[in-house]
């Protein structure tokens, strides 16, 4: 599918689509809803001065599908796009971006990641994984700036350790942008000069 904001392609299994009355997505348990409210992820966000907001690299991709699992995630697909050439089937070893299951499955991974490492955290930064993240965004604020350049550390390392990689880091503070690595950072704020540019006024999941 192309994103037309965003001037992107992304891969997208339609899961529901049906054959014969059946889809993968009327066969698969959904599993719980481990997604925080919207409303309080947007209120919590607004509690403190200076805010930080990153995304999860591809998420759903991070997280593997158990080795008995994959044979339902059978595909076909023409090699290098030839429709010429023989059929080849392959299978998804990760959750996808389509499957009804997926959001479950990979917010339970991430919050498991932020309880098995909770003892080598200030609960701060563990209770962020679990309560300021809407599915891939998380929305932090802070009252200061180093408490909020010390979570942004603290929070890669812990996400790290279950595979997740945080990037697309923006703040409205200079300080917080200048401690993270410009490769890391979202591309709006890439090529500003710090010391000059004004700040861009940026969106929250959309609003």
Same mark, same amino acid.
């Given at each position: 599918m192309?994103?037309?904001?965003k001037?992107?392609?992304?891969?997208?299994?339609? +899961?529901?689509?049906?054959f014969k009355g059946m889809s993968l997505n009327s066969q698969l348990i959904q599993g719980p809803d481990l997604t925080n409210s919207l409303l309080g992820v947007l209120l919590r966000f607004r509690q403190e001065v200076v805010a930080v907001m990153a995304d999860?690299?591809?998420?759903?991709h991070q997280v593997k599908v158990t080795k008995q699992d994959v044979d339902f995630l059978r595909f076909l697909w023409w090699p290098a796009g030839e429709l010429t050439q023989h059929?080849?089937?392959?299978r998804m070893i990760v959750h996808l971006f389509g499957a009804i299951s997926s959001p479950? +499955?990979?917010s339970f991974v991430l919050r498991k990641?932020?309880?098995?490492?909770r003892a080598k955290f200030p609960v701060h930064v563990t209770d962020t994984i679990k309560h300021n993240f809407y599915v891939d965004d998380c929305l932090k604020s802070l009252p200061s700036e180093a408490e909020a350049i010390a979570l942004?550390?603290?929070?890669t390392t812990v996400c790290q350790l279950g595979g997740f990689r945080l990037v697309k880091w923006?703040?409205?503070s200079r300080s917080v942008l200048e401690s993270i690595d410009v490769e890391k950072r979202a591309k709006e704020v890439k090529q500003l000069n710090l010391d000059r540019d004004n700040l861009p006024v940026e969106r929250t999941l959309g609003l």
């Open positions: 192309y994103h037309a904001k001037g992107t392609l992304r891969v997208v299994f339609d +899961c529901g689509a049906s999860i690299q591809a998420m759903y059929l080849t089937e392959y479950s +499955c990979a990641t932020a309880e098995d490492n942004v550390r603290d929070l923006i703040s409205n």
